[in-house]
């Protein structure tokens, strides 16, 4: 059932995004009066699950379930039909407007999936705001994995900033240290004192390829008073103080000192605690033959911050949160076409991208990834790779700067050469998928 609703998500999302891809050039083609004769939701190779035709446009459902297109008269796309192009030039052909008609046409995909990406983000912002934990409020510092103590962080480390820029968001603390091309230089709170971790590129990439961000830091829990139930607590407690020592234990977490309490059960335990951040209290406390000493701990330590949105606000919101995503990701497209950071080992396919969704139906996590992969989307298509929406465009970019049109033999070339590139790096993205997946 888990799998099903990940899939549905998947498949959701996707025909949602080739939809709207696909509508922004069928509407800026019927804007110029091209003539548009096919416009399919998936692929219909041999055949298709049902179709109609209204006008010149037939619409239809195709069984493969990996894209969709729209099939523009008089256009070198990925149907190669080169026979259209030995006929007589037709007034409402692709190939009869003007370049920048034509190199409009050809944007209109990438900008639909932009402004859907801007419509989404206005959505979430009016309707959820932006929730997120701030780096401020983690007052007790955090608790790290093993990958973060082998880059040299101990537990109860505050972050402070990383290269000189302070982080407020605790999300941009994992993806400031797996986004990078050279060494970064986080300071901490440690013991009361800054310390500086130089952290080399090489040990970065080494956590990124183990996953060690997987639960890379937590935040901690001490043992923080909320009120006394047996009258030795009481008389030496009270709600906000904070335990710092049981016995020799010190500096440890709330479920720490518990399961040291309970096993001097019946005993009694040397408790140190600080009160209003300047007076330490020391007692010693009786412990039940249940393992208590009468004192219930805080709970609701941290709280999410959350920015909430008129619908005036939502729409700067929106457009500003498209930006900040699309300069992250093309930060990492960078990243993968250099080898030193080796993160283009870290490839992903359908199943990739299928995995990010959750087990459970979330609306707002959904939107959130559909806007995500819907840039990603408009980034990659933009790319100037032959096939690509950003080939054609380069081409037409070209007649219109330098007068000259490209002939139909080198489009057509150009366009073996994009599928063909483009087929290589679809298998290799999948073929990483099978081995994380299956193999590794």
Not at 327 to 343: A, D, G, N
Request: net charge negative.
């Amino acid at each position: 059932m888990d799998i099903a609703i990940k899939i549905l998500q998947f498949f959701l999302c996707f025909t949602i995004l080739v939809g709207i891809h696909e509508l922004g050039h069928f509407i800026m083609a019927r804007v110029f009066r091209i003539r548009v004769e096919k416009f399919y939701i998936f692929f219909d190779p041999w055949f298709s699950l049902f179709k109609f035709k209204r006008g010149n446009t037939e619409y239809g459902l195709g069984w493969l379930p990996l894209g969709g297109y729209v099939k523009i008269a008089g256009m070198i796309d990925e149907s190669m039909d080169k026979e259209q192009m030995k006929r007589p030039v037709q007034q409402d052909e692709f190939r009869a407007k003007p370049a920048w008609q034509r190199f409009l046409v050809m944007i209109a995909g990438v900008v639909m999936n932009v402004v859907l990406a801007v419509a989404i983000y206005c959505g979430i912002c009016y309707t959820w705001g932006d929730t997120y934990f701030s780096n401020k409020d983690a007052r007790w510092g955090y608790d790290f994995n093993e990958a973060g103590h082998e880059l040299g962080f101990r537990d109860g480390d505050r972050i402070l900033s990383i290269d000189g820029r302070p982080v407020d968001n605790v999300q941009e603390i994992i993806s400031s240290l797996l986004i990078t091309e050279d060494d970064r230089r986080v300071e901490v709170e440690r013991d009361g004192r800054a310390v500086t971790l130089n952290l080399p590129l090489d040990d970065l990439i080494a956590m990124r390829q183990k996953k060690g961000y997987e639960g890379f830091l937590a935040l901690r829990f001490p043992f923080i008073v909320d009120s006394t139930v047996s009258a030795a607590a009481s008389a030496v407690l009270k709600k906000g103080d904070e335990i710092l020592a049981v016995d020799d234990l010190r500096g440890a977490e709330f479920p720490d000192y518990q399961r040291y309490i309970r096993s001097r059960a019946g005993d009694s335990v040397r408790i140190e605690a600080l009160r209003e951040g300047d007076m330490v209290l020391t007692m010693t406390l009786p412990v039940s033959e249940e393992g208590l000493i009468g004192v219930a701990p805080r709970q609701d330590l941290y709280t999410p911050r959350t920015q909430e949105y008129t619908l005036r606000e939502s729409i700067p919101a929106g457009i500003r949160k498209t930006g900040e995503v699309i300069s992250s990701y093309w930060e990492q497209l960078k990243l993968i076409v250099q080898p030193k950071t080796k993160m283009y080992e870290e490839l992903g396919g359908f199943i990739a991208i299928g995995s990010i969704f959750p087990a459970a139906w979330d609306w707002q996590d959904f939107w959130m990834k559909t806007a995500f992969l819907s840039i990603i989307l408009a980034v990659m298509n933009i790319l100037p790779i032959p096939g690509l929406d950003g080939g054609h465009a380069l081409f037409t970019f070209w007649e219109m700067i330098s007068g000259r049109k490209v002939s139909d033999k080198v489009l057509e070339a150009a366009q073996y050469v994009g599928m063909i590139v483009l087929l290589m790096l679809l298998l290799y993205a999948n073929g990483n998928d099978i081995y994380r997946f299956f193999i590794k």
